[in-house]
T-cell receptor, first 112, second 113 residues
Framework: GENVEQHPSTLSVQEGDSAVIKCTYS??????FPWYKQELGKGPQLIID?????GEKKDQRIAVTLNKTAKHFSLHITETQPEDSAVYFC???????????FGKGTRLSVIA | DAGVIQSPRHEVTEMGQEVTLRCKPI?????LFWYRQTMMRGLELLIY????????DSGMPEDRFSAKMPNASFSTLKIQPSEPRDSAVYFC???????????FGSGTRLTVV
């Protein structure tokens, strides 16, 4: 089955700097790659997703890139703010009746 | 929409007791998922339903765990008997279709002492 690896497990950046989180997946049939943000005491919340027919997607300060050949995808956060501090999860799915497989998460700390 | 609603938010129980966690998915969503989150293992899929039918329960750790979805608006996850190693945060999530984004509930933090 699908296996998703996520790096780094923790990341500290200065406010205003960029943050990059990387994930790799094992199943070349995967075609849907969402990213979730989890704040303390809350459930994960979908922040952006990308499908295999595109290589990049942006939403304000957040962007995701996908390299299907290398089977990796990344989350980029620019101009980080303290409220970006949270745990971020990547996930992958081959669609159909197969559910999402999540990475282990990255704890991002934005230092003011 | 109130989102995915889970209850209780916190549960503390003694080893050997039965625990029932509840979930109300978003109206119109036809897939429902139960996940367990721990520091060591991250988010683990326990079981999921499509159109109220259990599709894959291979993630359920033991026979002590069971889940039901009697209708489109309600699901339960039961642990009987509970053990300290079951302590974790249990999330329910729903989606409008398989292969789409999930909406998670706020979770139930279970502590078994």
């Amino acid at each position: 089955g699908e296996n998703v690896e996520q790096h780094p497990s923790t990341l500290s950046v200065q406010e205003g700097d960029s943050a990059v989180i990387k994930c790799t997946y094992s199943d070349s049939a995967s075609n849907y790659f969402p990213w979730y943000k989890q704040e303390l005491g809350k459930g994960p919340q979908l922040i952006i997703d990308i499908r295999s027919n595109v290589g990049e997607k942006k939403d304000q300060r957040i962007a995701v890139t996908l390299n299907k050949t290398a089977k990796h995808f990344s989350l980029h956060i620019t101009e980080t703010q303290p409220e970006d501090s949270a745990v971020y999860f990547c996930a992958a799915s081959i669609g159909g009746n197969t559910p999402l497989v999540f990475g282990k998460g990255t704890r991002l700390s934005v230092i003011a | 929409d109130a989102g995915v609603i889970q209850s209780p938010r916190h549960e503390v129980t003694e080893m050997g007791q039965e625990v029932t966690l509840r979930c109300k998915p978003i109206s119109g969503h036809n897939s429902l998922f139960w996940y367990r989150q721990t520091m060591m293992r991250g988010l683990e899929l326990l079981i999921y339903f499509n159109n109220n039918v259990p599709i894959d329960d291979s993630g359920m750790p033991e026979d002590r765990f069971s889940a039901k979805m009697p209708n489109a608006s309600f699901s339960t996850l039961k642990i009987q008997p509970s053990e300290p190693r079951d302590s974790a945060v249990y999330f329910c999530a729903s989606s409008i279709r398989q292969g789409g984004g999930y909406t998670f509930g706020s979770g139930t933090r279970l502590t078994v002492v």
